[in-house]
């Protein structure tokens, strides 16, 4: 004869939990002891077990994604910081390529110009 294995309200709480951390259902039915076949008529049976699996599921989700995003993140800051770092290493190159520039553009101006008077 099959014994059927009662519901307890803490298993609600408990799956949000396990599946919060990337597990199935089928790994939490074999921690409390029971096969997958009994706890998911307990899904259809009680709304509250039910809604804490898809709310365990959207966790791990969200989890998943905001783990992505920190790593995204900390790429960017990575690159901002290589970029800053070569900047201030080559401030002085980065003035004077600057002021070489400026100086070459100002002679061009002042060639143009004093072309165009001589030839008036």
């Known amino acids: 004869m099959k014994t059927l294995t009662k519901y307890k309200l803490e298993y ?13 259902l089928r790994s939490f039915a074999h921690l409390i002891g029971v096969s997958k ?7 259809k049976r009680y709304p509250e077990f ?9 966790l791990f989700v969200l989890n998943k994604t905001a783990v992505v995003k920190k790593k995204e993140a900390a ?18 190159a980065i003035r004077v390529y600057k002021q070489k520039w400026y100086l ?3 002679d061009r101006i002042l060639a143009k110009s004093k072309g165009g008077d001589s030839s008036t």
């Open 50 to 58: 039910r809604d804490a699996c898809i709310l365990g599921k959207r």
């Open 75 to 92: 790429v960017r800051l990575k690159e901002i910081e290589y970029h800053k770092k070569y900047y201030t290493e080559n401030i002085d």
């Open 12 to 24: 609600s709480r408990q799956v949000v939990d396990y599946m919060a951390t990337g597990h199935s």
């Open 37 to 43: 076949d009994t706890i998911t008529p307990w899904k």
């Open 104 to 106: 070459k553009k100002r």
